[in-house]
């Protein structure tokens, strides 16, 4: 981080930490959930350069965003379930249980058609008004983070990318292999155009 960088984060930091935790506050995870916190969406993607390593740091964010609503949302307390059509549904967490707060926290990194794929591919119920989904665990053993990406091709404004992504143990890892394509949309930044499993 630039020296410069250095005092402008602190600054922000000593002048915004009210304003800061209470915006990334509907975005940590509730305790009953074991997920990753999610970041706020970051300033970065609407920069017009686009590299592997940012590559690598925006698909990231959109898969912890998109475990986060496969989690359920920000769940509190015990969780309300009821029973749907032989199956055991729960309903969404506050930050995520309309159909509109859902596809805008995913649109935070992933491009319109993209979210509403994703949506869709969810098989979400609305029920007494409120998003809900068959109560289930899941979870992702690849390592996002610690991707390493390569540019596969592309223009100025859209991009594609291999990313092998490390899984399960670290003195032993096997990969898994990822390709993503990136989009600038005007005005919005960069977002992720693929669906990602």
């Known amino acids: 981080m630039k020296q410069t960088d250095k005092k402008r984060y602190v600054s922000m930091l000593l002048g915004g930490a009210i304003g800061i935790a209470s915006l990334l506050a509907p975005l940590a995870p509730a305790a009953s959930v074991a997920a990753s916190p999610v970041p706020a969406s970051s300033s970065t993607w609407k920069s017009t350069t686009m590299n592997e390593k940012t590559a690598v740091r925006l698909v990231t964010e ?3 965003r998109l475990r986060h609503v496969q989690q359920g949302g920000a769940l ?3 969780i309300s379930t009821f029973m749907y059509k032989g199956k055991e549904y729960r309903y969404l967490g506050k930050d995520i249980d309309t159909k509109k707060e859902y596809l805008a926290y995913l649109q935070k990194t992933f491009t319109p058609s993209v979210s509403e794929a994703l949506y869709k591919q969810a098989g979400l119920i609305v029920y007494k008004g409120r998003l809900a989904q068959v109560n289930a665990d899941g979870g992702d053993m690849r390592q996002w983070g610690n991707a390493q990406a390569t540019f596969v091709k592309g223009a100025k404004w859209n991009k594609e990318y291999e990313l092998k992504i490390p899984m399960g143990d670290k003195t032993n890892p096997s990969f898994a292999t990822v390709r ?3 989009l600038y ?3 919005i930044g960069w ?5 990602i499993k």
């Open 76 to 78: 509190q307390g015990k």
């Open 62 to 64: 959109a898969v912890q």
């Open 191 to 195: 977002r992720v155009a693929t669906v």
């Open 185 to 187: 949309l005007k005005g």
């Open 180 to 182: 993503v394509k990136l």
